[in-house]
């Protein structure tokens, strides 16, 4: 090798930095997190959904052993409500009126020496109701109904006369269940004050929202709250809104000048951190014979709860996942007396493509045409409001190269045609989507006068690997090996950080982490630029190459010298600088791209010149289909990833599966239900059933396209694309095995044979495939 010759880091499929710590039991989640003289919160939940408290009686609780306080809105000071993110407004303060709006509401806490004290005490708490009937369905008439500002109607071209002119029309009503973030590790919350300053070990995907609330809520400044999370475990969205038990365990450790502790129980993360709200889909397709697509039309109704505000993302997908002239959408959420719905894992994106991508399906049924070619006819070459060329766009490529290894050809058209061994085969497929997301970010690296490098932000880590990647990426810009650099997270303290959510982190922070380590590069530069003991004076970025813990003159074979020998020779322990990421389609001072250790000046296309696209997703799936149970296997899956660069491709691949799963589980498994009553009937995981490594067998993801052009760095977010479209390409591949189209979620035995009775879950009769 050349001594000018480095070879990349990011790219391969480097093992998780932090594995060892984790399959170690080493790394230290919320809930592990011990303090001297720590106590123990435990929260007491309303037993009805609606209605007002009529009395707590709190005389046993407080008198019960261990017991340090009893806690209700009887008591409980004004607390401020958070303010507004990107993401949205922050769910009410808690315990600030009588009033109870869902089943599994906190309404009491005890605070006490143990856990079991606690957990005994909030047993002996009494709370009478004056109950109210709750608003549980759609079509109640006291049932208020509400139009996001962030969701505006959508409207191109004419619809209904398009619809009224076309072909050929499909028009159906899809309905998704709601859904249950279920991360394996419980959300949790250490409280400590110290004086007027709280730390805060908390399960959430971004520390800065906390801090910002928990501020609010207490009166003080935000830099008096230092919101600490290394590890978060899993968290699909629940992490992403800052919940009343947040801000209980530091309103619990404010009155006991006492560090708490509070972990929801499995029961209390049904009810107390989101989920995915239920949707009512009404999907009508205009379409000329050949199959040109003319008209969409998407409305939507969603859960939303009796007093929050969550941006409903269900219709923005369809704006612009087709070439066609004319499109409306229109979502509108419903208040109901419902535990507080939140993100969940493609939020909106992934409950409004199981509506497009099944009506596609059925167009092509119609038009007696593949599936596949349907899609390729009416892809959105440029983006179809503006009719920019988009900064990137492998979905083409998506359907062929995915159809090719799935070995979609073999597949016979007519539905209940394919078998294997006594069972039903079928074929689906699906178009993912997910939009382009990357949130303003920072961040902060130092080079140390020991050779190593310690870069961080307060972004966190949710499992898609940013310890990992944001790793490879500064060893790769400052021309480090891995090993030599340390990236930090989960701290209030780093630069500010956007929440891990959107799929717009490794966007967001890794141009962040990139403009920084540039910067910093340039640092050392400036360093050496009059400094007559270094054989780089007088050197320039666009000159150099970084390697082997230092910079090299890329013309010189002599010219190194390491970042060390710079620090030491002008008397510095270290290095350090801030910086942070230009938005997409823009440049910074520092905005370039390092390739092989190089400096090359990156140019974005100019602002209006291309439509942002996001990543992109053909999945494949092969479903086997028992005739005589109804019991749905999927038994293969495809997926072809435009997901613009990927820089790790064994994380990457790994998100791609964990958004299969859970598209499985959407598609087949998951419904949280509420029972007449408005009461929780799922609140455990034998309840609500996930699909467990059984349910996921062979499944292949394939990466295909190209480095986005919008940004430095040129990935698009993956953490949620593939859940987009998965469950389609179930339900299709379900009505290709069996005739029986399913258009309610999740496909139930009862659904695929036909039985289901009752309205909201009703399935559709079996249908002939083609005209
Ligand atoms: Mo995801 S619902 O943006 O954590």
């Known amino acids: ?333 419903i208040r109901q007396s419902i535990p507080i719905p939140g993100w969940m894992r493609a939020p909106g994106e992934a409950e409004g493509s199981f509506a497009m991508e099944s009506a596609i399906d059925e167009l092509s049924c119609a038009l007696g045409m593949d599936p596949i070619e349907l899609r390729v006819k009416n892809h959105a070459h440029v983006h179809p409001a503006s009719s920019l060329p988009w900064s990137s766009n492998a979905l083409l490529e998506c359907y062929r190269q995915g159809a090719k290894r799935f070995g979609w050809s073999t597949r016979i058209a007519e539905p209940r045609s394919m078998r294997s061994g006594g069972q039903l085969v079928g074929y689906g497929v699906a178009r993912g989507a997910l939009g382009a997301y990357q949130p303003p970010c920072k961040a902060i690296a130092s080079i140390h006068r020991d050779g190593t490098a310690f870069v961080r932000s307060g972004a966190t880590d949710i499992g898609p690997g940013p310890y990992t990647v944001m790793t490879m990426l500064a060893a790769d810009c400052l021309g480090m090996p891995v090993e030599h650099v340390r990236f930090g997270l989960g701290d209030s303290t780093m630069p500010k950080a956007p929440q891990e959510g959107g799929s717009g982190l490794t966007g967001a922070l890794g141009n962040a982490v990139h403009a920084t380590c540039v910067s910093l590069v340039r640092a050392f530069v400036n360093l050496v630029h009059d400094d007559e003991g270094s054989p780089l004076k007088g050197c320039r970025l666009e000159g150099i190459t970084v390697r082997n813990g230092g910079i090299q003159i890329t013309d010189d074979p002599a010219g190194f010298e390491t970042y060390a020998d710079i620090l030491t020779r002008h008397g510095l322990d270290e290095l350090t600088i801030e910086g942070e990421s230009a938005p997409p389609g823009e440049t910074s001072s520092a905005t370039m791209i390092v390739q092989s250790g190089r400096f090359i000046p990156f140019t974005p296309p100019s602002t209006g010149a291309r439509a942002h696209a996001g990543g992109y997703a053909a999945h494949f799936v092969e479903v086997h289909v028992d005739p005589d149970l109804g019991t749905v296997r999927v038994a293969r899956v495809v997926s072809a990833i435009d997901g613009g660069r990927i820089l790790n491709p064994k994380t990457a691949r790994s998100q791609i599966i964990g958004g299969i799963a859970m598209g499985i589980g959407m598609a087949l498994l998951e419904e949280t239900v509420l029972d007449r009553t408005g009461r929780l009937a799922t609140t455990s995981l034998a309840e609500y059933v996930v699909a467990a490594n059984a349910d996921v067998r062979d499944v292949d993801v394939l990466f295909v396209g190209e480095p986005d052009s919008m940004t430095p760095l040129g990935t698009k977010g993956v953490g949620e694309l593939a859940i987009t479209g998965m469950a389609a390409a179930i339900a299709n591949a379900v009505y290709h095995a069996t005739g029986t189209r399913v258009r309610s979620l999740p496909i139930s035995i009862e659904k695929v044979l036909g039985q289901e009775s009752g309205s909201s879950l009703e399935a559709v009769p079996a249908t002939t495939a083609s005209a």
Not at 117 to 130: F, I, K, P
Not at 259 to 288: D, E, I, Y
Not at 294 to 311: N, R, W, Y
Request: charged share 15%; proline share 8%.
């Open 1 to 333: 090798m050349s001594p000018t010759t480095t070879v990349d880091v990011v790219g391969t499929p480097l093992d998780r930095v932090d594995g060892r710590l984790k399959v170690m039991g080493a790394a230290t989640y919320p809930i592990d997190v011990i303090l001297p003289g720590l106590v123990y919160a435990v929260l007491v939940p309303s037993t009805v959904p609606s209605g007002r408290i009529r009395h707590i009686t709190v005389d046993a609780a407080e008198r019960a052993p261990g017991v340090l306080a009893v806690i209700t809105h009887v008591n409980a000071p004004p607390l401020a409500h958070g303010p507004v993110t990107e993401i949205g407004p922050q769910p009410l303060p808690p315990f600030q009126s009588d009033a109870v709006l869902h089943y599994g509401q906190h309404v009491a806490m005890v605070v006490a020496e143990t856990r079991e004290q606690a957990n005994a005490a909030a047993a002996l708490v009494e709370v009478t109701y004056h109950p109210d009937t709750p608003v549980l369905s759609f079509d109640d008439p006291r049932a208020s109904r509400i139009s996001h500002a962030w969701t505006p109607d959508y409207k191109r071209g004419d619809v209904p006369s398009a619809l009224a002119a076309a072909d050929v029309q499909v028009s159906h009503t899809y309905t998704t269940a709601a859904n249950t973030n279920n991360p394996i590790g419980l959300f949790a919350t250490v409280a400590a004050w110290d004086g007027d300053t709280l730390t805060v070990h908390d399960t959430t995907q971004y520390p800065h929202a906390v801090r910002d609330s928990l501020a609010a809520a207490f009166g003080i400044h935000p830099a008096g709250v230092r919101v600490l999370v290394p590890f978060v475990g899993g968290a699909f969205g629940a992490g992403l809104r800052v919940w009343p038990h947040t801000t209980l365990a530091a309103l619990a450790a404010r009155v006991t000048r006492r560090p708490v502790k509070l972990v929801l129980t499995r029961a209390q993360m049904f009810t107390s951190v989101g989920h995915r709200p239920n949707t009512v889909q009404q999907l009508s397709l205009g379409a000329s014979r050949d199959g040109q697509l003319t008209a969409i039309e998407h409305v939507s109704t969603s859960s939303i709860g009796m007093a929050d505000e969550l941006i409903n993302l269900i219709t923005y997908g369809t704006v612009h996942a087709y070439a066609c002239p004319s499109v409306s959408t229109r979502a509108t959420q």
